[in-house]
């Protein structure tokens, strides 16, 4: 069994997680309605008869460790996604509580696995796909994907049943191209592989397509549909097992939300975080270099937030750290790493700069971050590596350089206006910090 390959160590660490899920410690016992209000709508809870179990900090972080730890090993990183694991943790572990059971760590951890290995399947997809023409062909294969037009008989073999109707799928992609191909997994991960497979199929369409014709790297479009993004109706997918059985029909309209801006939100961006001072930047006519990296730094993060792809997106907000940070001053050698650079100057910038966005105690660990960070930058643009980029990855980068953006706007507030005075500060902050840690 799975869990015979588990250390002595992460035995332990379930055997003590799974002791605390069966006591009243992993409860928030008789919550208020202020509790309930201040935990929010997604902190972790159980339904649990006619009511709901909170869990407290001590529940959710035992929660938390198992699920991490699940999704560790080899076989469920492959095949199952964090959300199934998370899924299927919450249900097992409720399943147990409405026994009135306490099971051992084996017993809780050999249930999950058991639950995950049942929903792996081997999927068969179809999408649309648009901008080609198949001219006079009726398919095209292309490794296991193929291309081809609509066929009302491929559908037949799919046992719709329910509020799933033949005739109302079909209905709804007969007009188009159709690219298909099976992929295995739980529904999500096998949905992850064709799309990313997918993305190849186009690639390749691409490379063709620049063999053939000139231009048409820019003149042709070749979309596999598999994102509402410059779309104008929703994204439709259907799914099936191998074999016919439980077919799926899905619609994706997008999920992107609004961005929320009250009155309190401006007014304590106004008061603490210069808002003022930021947006009248861009129309100043005579910028000082300070005020002009500030100002480049707002164009990368524009161009980030408006890019759809994680890689990308984290290349350009790196793009805006740089703005502040990638100078070499003058008898400065040319060992002098560009990493080092910016990891000092984000870390004193957000240690030091009045909002201590990081504490001082966590310098040294938060500047061993911002390197780590900056390495995954670099494979990207330097060994073109790609989804390695993981989304905590993305949250972080962006909300430390909004504070660098904020910061810098402080100092020029304060009168900087060169970048060798924010380098002059940053290292000797930096040094200062490097002196007290060996002290």
């Not at 198992?66 to 076989?75: A, D, E, R, Y």
């Not at 999927?123 to 009302?152: A, V």
């Not at 408006?306 to 070499?328: G, H, V, Y």
């Not at 905590?392 to 706007?409: P, R, Y």
Request: proline share 3%; charged share 25%; with cysteine.
């Amino acid at each position: 069994m799975l869990y015979e390959k588990l250390t002595q160590k992460q035995r332990r660490t379930i055997e003590r997680d799974v002791e605390t899920l069966f006591s009243r410690r992993a409860f928030i016992i008789s919550p208020t309605f202020e509790d309930i209000k201040r935990l929010g709508p997604f902190h972790p809870n159980i339904r649990y008869g006619p009511g709901t179990l909170f869990l407290s900090d001590k529940g959710v972080a035992a929660l938390r460790r198992i699920t991490s730890l699940l999704g560790s090993l080899s076989l469920m990183a492959s095949s199952v996604s964090m959300r199934d694991i998370d899924v299927q943790v919450l249900g097992n572990y409720k399943s147990w509580l409405e026994r009135d059971l306490q099971p051992t760590g084996r017993e809780f951890t050999e249930g999950i696995v058991n639950s995950l290995v049942g929903i792996i399947m081997d999927y068969e997809f179809l999408i649309q796909i648009e901008g080609i023409d198949l001219k006079d062909q009726d398919i095209l294969h292309l490794g296991s994907i193929r291309i081809q037009r609509s066929n009302r008989a491929i559908l037949e073999n799919v046992k719709f049943e329910g509020h799933l109707e033949l005739d109302s799928i079909f209905e709804q992609f007969k007009n188009d191209y159709w690219l298909i191909g099976q992929c295995s997994g739980s529904a999500d991960i096998a949905s992850e592989r064709f799309e990313y497979r997918a993305v190849l199929t186009v690639g390749i369409l691409a490379v063709c397509g620049a063999v053939l014709y000139r231009g048409a790297i820019w003149r042709s479009r070749v979309r596999a549909v598999t994102s509402p993004f410059e779309n104008r109706k929703a994204v439709v997918s259907l799914r099936w097992e191998v074999g016919g059985d439980n077919p799926a029909y899905s619609q994706r309209w997008g999920i992107e939300q609004d961005l929320p801006i009250e009155a309190e939100s401006v007014s304590y961006l106004t008061e603490f975080c210069f808002l003022h001072q930021l947006a009248s930047l861009p129309d100043k006519a005579n910028r000082d270099e300070l005020q002009d990296a500030i100002v480049r730094s707002l164009y990368w993060f524009a161009e980030a937030y408006r890019d759809r792809n994680p890689t990308m997106q984290f290349i350009k907000l790196w793009s805006c750290a740089e703005c502040f940070f990638a100078i070499k001053q003058q008898g400065e050698t040319e060992s002098k790493k560009i990493t080092e650079l910016n990891a000092r100057g984000i870390a004193s910038i957000l240690a030091f700069a009045g909002y201590q966005i990081v504490s001082p105690q966590e310098y040294p660990a938060f500047k061993r971050r911002v390197k780590y960070l900056y390495d995954l930058r670099s494979k990207a643009v330097h060994r073109a590596e790609f989804r390695h980029i993981e989304t905590a990855d993305l949250d972080d980068l962006s909300h430390w350089v909004a504070w660098v953006i904020i910061s810098m706007v402080a100092l020029s507030d304060r009168g900087y206006e060169k970048l060798w005075q924010v380098y002059e500060q940053t290292s000797r902050l930096d040094r200062i910090s490097s002196e007290s840690k060996e002290k």
